[in-house]
């Protein structure tokens, strides 16, 4: 069946064109026929020089009207599209453009001199620039060519985006998403989230991700709805949009600190239906504190680069802290034993997921692709979690974050969750670091206020847990180090701190 998942968008917006679609406060908008136009015209710079179905375009510029158009553009075009991280250095751009061989780059033109040299040596055919404030050589083409207002047939399964995953088990792997399974994905989301109109988005998220660019985006499109679209995540202009916003998708970080702004409260979130969140675990102290605080229950959902969101908490209806929801339309998700068997009600095991949201695969990786499905064709997550008997899922942590303490198994997670209750403490994370005897020394690193100390932690978990559960030592640090998406980084915890713990 030909599908192109721009066709759905457009006839999604036919009848809006000269409607609002990203406005950015006092730096410009677009209506949603500026961009039909903008995008065809962007589409056809690339075409014309040479760039054809199937290629991958590979991308690294800074969030921006014209950057969303670009991602468009190659939609309608049939090319793939592979965001990259605008923190990403040079090295680690040279590595996905070796690995992804694109036929296209697209950067800013400030990053000519770091950049230009990396695209040569990947022998990159298609180099043009692009600025956030609507400069650079794309910008300039596309405002003298003739747009191409037709859209690329192209089938379900064909490639539409290719993501790289973190690679903190290994080499970055590229996700190649399809058309099919975008699509799927974006229409469950607009119809479980109850997308209605007249609703506004707060859009504050980057665009390299699949949280700010699909499950952000794509909604908001179905509904030709207005996007409030900030550059960034900044508090102040975050509390000045709110009001005019229906909807707002964040990170963990984002809520804790704007509660950590005295002035903010519920008269900022008088318009607002729904708060989602997402890209990382959302602890029960701060989900409570936020409703508290606001009157707001925050729906938590959970997704991951290779399916989209797979779970959500319902908009209507109850919303359980420290759990994910359900399972969305036509996904089928379970969770499993090391045998890939169900396990039963409130059992911990891995989540494992089946539908047309699923990803196609790793780029050039056949072995890494079969290894990550099971035998009756559900995809592997690596995270591990517990399910209700009503099919509400509630998150542990990840496989490669377990901690193998003197032979038992050790979930972060539930640790985590009881030192986040502790009086002064902000925010914990939990790891296991070498250690002679047991192998991994259960570690806490603690965001605690002055005066709390390990005794205080300790009797938090006397009684609730297992004595091989609770940390050996702690450290009491600043704050913990996240991506940009504010996942806790603790790879990095690890590395830098395995060599000089002494349990």
Not at 90 to 118: C, N, R
Not at 471 to 499: C, E, H, I, W
Request: net charge negative; glycine share 10%; hydrophobic share 40%.
């Amino acid at each position: 069946m030909s599908y192109n998942i721009y066709e759905l968008f457009a006839t999604k917006f036919a009848d809006a064109h000269d409607r609002p679609f990203l406005v950015i406060p006092d730096g410009g908008s677009v209506t949603y026929g500026d961009m039909d136009r903008r995008s065809a015209a962007m589409a056809a710079v690339l075409t014309d020089r040479g760039v054809k179905p199937g290629d991958r375009v590979a991308v690294q510029v800074d969030k921006s009207i014209d950057a969303v158009a670009l991602y468009l553009a190659c939609l309608r075009a049939g090319f793939i599209y592979l965001p990259m991280n605008t923190a990403y250095t040079a090295d680690e751009v040279g590595f996905f453009l070796g690995d992804a061989t694109p036929s296209a780059f697209i950067f800013p033109p400030d990053m000519s001199p770091k950049l230009m040299p990396i695209a040569e040596i990947a022998d990159v055919a298609v180099t043009l620039t692009l600025a956030n404030d609507g400069t650079g050589t794309l910008a300039e083409l596309a405002g003298q060519v003739e747009a191409i207002s037709t859209v690329i047939t192209r089938e379900e399964n064909d490639p539409a985006a290719m993501l790289y995953t973190s690679g903190t088990t290994g080499r970055p792997k590229g996700a190649v998403l399809t058309h099919g399974g975008i699509a799927e994905n974006a229409k469950a989301l607009h119809s479980i989230w109850r997308f209605r109109e007249g609703d506004v988005l707060l859009h504050c998220l980057p665009i390299f991700h699949v949280h700010g660019l699909f499950i952000a985006l794509h909604p908001a499109i179905l509904n030709a709805s207005e996007v409030i679209f900030l550059p960034r995540f900044n508090v102040d202009d975050v509390r000045a949009n709110l009001r005019r916003a229906t909807v707002m998708m964040g990170v963990p970080t984002y809520y804790t600190r704007l509660m950590e702004n005295a002035g903010f409260g519920p008269h900022d979130c008088q318009t607002i239906r729904m708060f989602t969140s997402g890209s990382a675990p959302m602890t029960e102290a701060v989900f409570n504190r936020f409703t508290e605080r606001t009157g707001h229950t925050i729906c938590e959902r959970y997704g991951m680069t290779e399916c989209g969101i797979i779970a959500s908490n319902p908009p209507e209806g109850e919303r359980v802290a420290g759990t994910v929801g359900f399972a969305l339309p036509n996904m089928e998700m379970r969770v499993a034993d090391q045998a890939d068997k169900p396990t039963q009600a409130g059992e911990v095991g891995q989540v494992q997921v089946k539908g047309l949201h699923l990803f196609s695969g790793y780029w050039q990786l056949p072995d890494k692709t079969d290894e990550s499905f099971t035998i009756d064709g559900f995809f592997r997550t690596g995270d591990i979690a517990s399910m209700s008997d009503d099919g509400r899922l509630t998150l542990v942590g990840r496989s490669s974050d377990m901690v193998i303490s003197g032979g038992y198994n050790v979930y972060p997670k539930e640790i985590e969750q009881i030192l986040d209750d502790v009086p002064g403490v902000n925010e914990t994370a939990v790891v296991g670091l070498p250690h002679d005897d047991l192998g991994e020394a259960v570690t806490g690193f603690v965001v605690a206020e002055e005066g709390t100390d390990k005794d205080l932690l300790a009797k938090a978990l006397d009684g609730r847990l297992a004595k091989f559960k609770h940390p050996k030592g702690y450290f009491f640090v600043d704050q913990l180090p996240r991506n940009t998406m504010g996942k806790v980084q603790k790879a990095k915890l690890r590395a830098d701190y395995s060599t000089t713990y002494t349990a």
